[in-house]
Protein backbone atom coordinates (compact mmCIF):
# COMPACT_ATOMS: atom_id res chain seq x y z
CA UNK A 1 0.00 0.00 0.00
CA UNK A 2 1.06 4.04 -0.73
CA UNK A 3 2.19 4.94 2.11
CA UNK A 4 2.24 8.70 3.10
CA UNK A 5 4.78 11.33 4.68
CA UNK A 6 3.53 14.08 7.08
CA UNK A 7 5.64 16.28 9.95
CA UNK A 8 5.12 15.35 13.40
CA UNK A 9 4.21 18.14 14.64
CA UNK A 10 3.04 22.06 13.75
CA UNK A 11 2.43 24.91 15.70
CA UNK A 12 0.29 27.98 14.45
CA UNK A 13 -1.34 30.99 15.78
CA UNK A 14 -5.09 31.67 16.62
CA UNK A 15 -6.81 33.18 13.55
CA UNK A 16 -3.75 32.77 11.11
CA UNK A 17 -3.93 30.22 7.95
CA UNK A 18 -2.16 26.58 8.39
CA UNK A 19 -0.56 24.50 5.87
CA UNK A 20 -0.07 20.56 6.95
CA UNK A 21 1.74 18.62 4.14
CA UNK A 22 1.89 15.44 2.97
CA UNK A 23 3.84 13.68 0.75
CA UNK A 24 3.05 10.47 -0.97
CA UNK A 25 5.61 9.86 -3.50
CA UNK A 26 4.36 6.32 -4.41
CA UNK A 27 0.78 7.63 -5.03
CA UNK A 28 -1.30 5.31 -7.60
CA UNK A 29 -3.70 6.64 -10.45
CA UNK A 30 -6.54 5.20 -8.11
CA UNK A 31 -5.90 6.74 -5.25
CA UNK A 32 -7.42 9.23 -3.24
CA UNK A 33 -6.17 11.37 -0.63
CA UNK A 34 -8.38 11.57 2.73
CA UNK A 35 -7.82 14.10 5.37
CA UNK A 36 -9.02 13.36 8.93
CA UNK A 37 -8.24 15.02 12.41
CA UNK A 38 -8.64 13.50 15.77
CA UNK A 39 -10.13 16.06 18.93
CA UNK A 40 -8.57 15.08 22.37
CA UNK A 41 -10.66 12.05 23.59
CA UNK A 42 -12.73 11.76 20.29
CA UNK A 43 -12.14 9.70 17.29
CA UNK A 44 -11.23 10.20 13.73
CA UNK A 45 -13.48 13.08 12.04
CA UNK A 46 -13.51 13.13 7.76
CA UNK A 47 -11.95 16.92 6.74
CA UNK A 48 -12.10 16.69 2.86
CA UNK A 49 -10.76 13.87 0.55
CA UNK A 50 -9.79 14.87 -3.62
CA UNK A 51 -8.15 13.21 -6.39
CA UNK A 52 -6.90 15.20 -8.81
CA UNK A 53 -8.13 18.82 -8.81
CA UNK A 54 -7.95 20.94 -5.66
CA UNK A 55 -11.22 20.94 -3.25
CA UNK A 56 -12.70 23.20 -0.98
CA UNK A 57 -15.42 22.93 1.81
CA UNK A 58 -16.46 24.54 4.69
CA UNK A 59 -13.42 23.16 6.82
CA UNK A 60 -10.48 23.32 4.81
CA UNK A 61 -9.04 23.40 1.50
CA UNK A 62 -7.12 20.42 -0.36
CA UNK A 63 -4.30 21.54 -2.38
CA UNK A 64 -2.98 18.57 -4.74
CA UNK A 65 0.07 18.85 -6.47
CA UNK A 66 -0.09 18.62 -10.06
CA UNK A 67 1.81 15.53 -9.91
CA UNK A 68 -0.22 14.05 -7.24
CA UNK A 69 2.65 13.25 -4.90
CA UNK A 70 2.22 15.29 -2.77
CA UNK A 71 -0.64 17.22 -0.77
CA UNK A 72 -1.35 20.19 1.86
CA UNK A 73 -4.52 20.60 4.17
CA UNK A 74 -5.10 24.40 4.75
CA UNK A 75 -7.20 25.39 7.47
CA UNK A 76 -7.51 29.04 6.88
CA UNK A 77 -8.07 30.29 9.81
CA UNK A 78 -6.76 28.44 12.62
CA UNK A 79 -9.03 27.95 15.98
CA UNK A 80 -8.42 26.73 19.34
CA UNK A 81 -10.72 23.88 18.57
CA UNK A 82 -8.83 23.21 15.76
CA UNK A 83 -5.78 21.59 17.90
CA UNK A 84 -6.06 18.10 17.26
CA UNK A 85 -3.90 15.01 15.19
CA UNK A 86 -4.23 15.59 11.42
CA UNK A 87 -4.35 12.59 9.42
CA UNK A 88 -3.07 11.87 5.49
CA UNK A 89 -4.76 8.82 4.19
CA UNK A 90 -4.48 7.36 0.92
CA UNK A 91 -7.65 5.28 -0.06
CA UNK A 92 -7.37 2.53 -2.89
CA UNK A 93 -10.23 2.69 -5.04
CA UNK A 94 -12.11 0.08 -6.77
CA UNK A 95 -11.95 -3.95 -5.65
CA UNK A 96 -11.98 -5.34 -2.50
CA UNK A 97 -10.70 -1.77 -1.01
CA UNK A 98 -14.38 -1.02 1.08
CA UNK A 99 -13.33 1.98 1.74
CA UNK A 100 -10.98 0.61 4.01
CA UNK A 101 -8.12 3.50 5.28
CA UNK A 102 -4.30 2.93 6.87
CA UNK A 103 -3.88 5.77 9.14
CA UNK A 104 -0.13 7.09 9.80
CA UNK A 105 1.20 8.26 12.89
CA UNK A 106 -0.33 12.04 11.63
CA UNK A 107 0.41 15.53 12.58
CA UNK A 108 -0.34 17.09 15.61
CA UNK A 109 -1.23 20.69 15.22
CA UNK A 110 -0.99 23.41 18.36
CA UNK A 111 -2.89 26.13 18.28
CA UNK A 112 -1.66 29.33 20.12
CA UNK A 113 -4.02 31.96 21.75
CA UNK B 1 -26.98 13.87 11.82
CA UNK B 2 -24.39 11.13 11.19
CA UNK B 3 -24.45 8.82 14.58
CA UNK B 4 -21.57 5.69 15.09
CA UNK B 5 -22.60 5.17 18.97
CA UNK B 6 -20.54 2.18 21.24
CA UNK B 7 -21.59 0.60 24.29
CA UNK B 8 -19.23 1.74 27.07
CA UNK B 9 -17.00 4.46 27.03
CA UNK B 10 -14.87 2.86 29.61
CA UNK B 11 -14.58 -0.83 30.42
CA UNK B 12 -12.27 -2.49 32.87
CA UNK B 13 -11.92 -6.73 32.61
CA UNK B 14 -10.07 -9.18 33.71
CA UNK B 15 -7.30 -11.43 32.20
CA UNK B 16 -9.24 -14.32 30.81
CA UNK B 17 -12.55 -12.82 30.62
CA UNK B 18 -14.85 -12.97 27.45
CA UNK B 19 -15.55 -9.47 26.46
CA UNK B 20 -18.01 -8.04 24.01
CA UNK B 21 -17.53 -4.26 22.46
CA UNK B 22 -21.05 -3.75 20.16
CA UNK B 23 -21.19 -0.36 17.66
CA UNK B 24 -24.40 0.73 16.63
CA UNK B 25 -25.07 3.23 13.19
CA UNK B 26 -27.95 4.50 11.58
CA UNK B 27 -26.95 5.64 8.68
CA UNK B 28 -27.34 2.49 6.90
CA UNK B 29 -23.81 1.57 5.55
CA UNK B 30 -22.70 -1.30 4.41
CA UNK B 31 -19.00 -1.19 5.47
CA UNK B 32 -18.03 -1.15 9.23
CA UNK B 33 -14.77 -1.37 10.91
CA UNK B 34 -12.93 -1.66 14.40
CA UNK B 35 -9.15 -0.23 15.18
CA UNK B 36 -7.38 -0.06 18.39
CA UNK B 37 -5.25 3.12 18.85
CA UNK B 38 -2.14 2.81 21.08
CA UNK B 39 -0.12 5.50 21.41
CA UNK B 40 2.94 5.54 19.12
CA UNK B 41 1.27 2.77 16.95
CA UNK B 42 -1.48 4.99 15.87
CA UNK B 43 -4.81 3.57 14.12
CA UNK B 44 -4.67 -0.32 13.25
CA UNK B 45 -7.68 -1.89 11.48
CA UNK B 46 -8.57 -5.32 13.53
CA UNK B 47 -11.63 -6.78 11.47
CA UNK B 48 -14.02 -4.94 9.04
CA UNK B 49 -17.31 -5.96 7.35
CA UNK B 50 -19.02 -5.27 4.23
CA UNK B 51 -21.92 -6.77 4.40
CA UNK B 52 -24.17 -8.69 7.28
CA UNK B 53 -22.46 -11.77 8.23
CA UNK B 54 -19.84 -10.91 6.01
CA UNK B 55 -16.42 -10.67 7.62
CA UNK B 56 -12.36 -9.71 6.38
CA UNK B 57 -9.14 -9.49 8.57
CA UNK B 58 -7.70 -6.20 9.21
CA UNK B 59 -3.99 -6.05 9.83
CA UNK B 60 -4.05 -6.70 13.62
CA UNK B 61 -7.11 -9.91 13.68
CA UNK B 62 -5.42 -12.18 16.34
CA UNK B 63 -7.32 -12.37 19.54
CA UNK B 64 -10.00 -10.51 18.44
CA UNK B 65 -13.26 -11.90 16.81
CA UNK B 66 -16.03 -10.13 15.21
CA UNK B 67 -19.86 -10.73 14.38
CA UNK B 68 -22.41 -9.21 12.26
CA UNK B 69 -26.12 -10.15 12.57
CA UNK B 70 -27.55 -6.87 11.49
CA UNK B 71 -26.51 -4.12 9.29
CA UNK B 72 -26.71 -1.81 11.65
CA UNK B 73 -24.98 -3.56 14.25
CA UNK B 74 -21.21 -4.62 14.28
CA UNK B 75 -19.46 -6.46 17.63
CA UNK B 76 -15.90 -7.02 18.46
CA UNK B 77 -15.27 -9.99 20.56
CA UNK B 78 -12.20 -10.76 23.10
CA UNK B 79 -12.29 -14.50 23.50
CA UNK B 80 -9.72 -14.27 26.19
CA UNK B 81 -8.65 -11.21 27.13
CA UNK B 82 -5.23 -10.76 27.62
CA UNK B 83 -2.96 -7.46 29.01
CA UNK B 84 -1.90 -6.71 25.79
CA UNK B 85 -5.44 -5.79 24.96
CA UNK B 86 -5.61 -2.61 26.89
CA UNK B 87 -6.25 -0.09 24.41
CA UNK B 88 -8.76 2.03 22.94
CA UNK B 89 -11.22 0.57 20.61
CA UNK B 90 -12.84 2.96 17.89
CA UNK B 91 -15.77 1.56 15.43
CA UNK B 92 -16.59 3.33 12.22
CA UNK B 93 -18.79 2.83 9.57
CA UNK B 94 -19.02 4.28 6.15
CA UNK B 95 -21.04 3.71 2.68
CA UNK B 96 -21.38 1.06 0.88
CA UNK B 97 -19.49 -1.52 -1.39
CA UNK B 98 -17.82 -0.27 -4.18
CA UNK B 99 -17.99 3.47 -2.83
CA UNK B 100 -14.31 3.35 -2.13
CA UNK B 101 -14.24 7.34 -1.45
CA UNK B 102 -17.40 7.08 1.35
CA UNK B 103 -16.14 8.91 4.30
CA UNK B 104 -15.81 6.59 7.49
CA UNK B 105 -17.85 7.83 10.40
CA UNK B 106 -16.03 6.64 13.49
CA UNK B 107 -17.42 6.26 17.59
CA UNK B 108 -16.42 7.91 20.49
CA UNK B 109 -14.32 4.90 21.08
CA UNK B 110 -14.15 2.39 23.88
CA UNK B 111 -11.50 2.77 26.57
CA UNK B 112 -10.61 -1.18 27.78
CA UNK B 113 -8.56 -1.99 30.37
CA UNK B 114 -8.08 -5.57 30.96
CA UNK B 115 -6.34 -6.31 34.74
Known amino acids: DAKTTQPNSMESNEEEPVHLPCNHS???????IHWYRQLPSQGPEYVIHGLTSNVNNRMASLAIAEDRKSSTLILHRATLRDAAVYYC??????????????FGQGTILTVHP | DVKVTQSSRYLVKRTGEKVFLECVQDMDHENMFWYRQDPGLGLRLIYFSYDVKMKEKGDIPEGYSVSREKKERFSLILESASTNQTSMYLC??????????????FGPGTRLTVL
Open chain 1, 89 to 102: ILGRAGGTSYGKLT
Open chain 1, 26 to 32: TISGTDY
Open chain 2, 92 to 105: ASGGGRVRYTDTQY
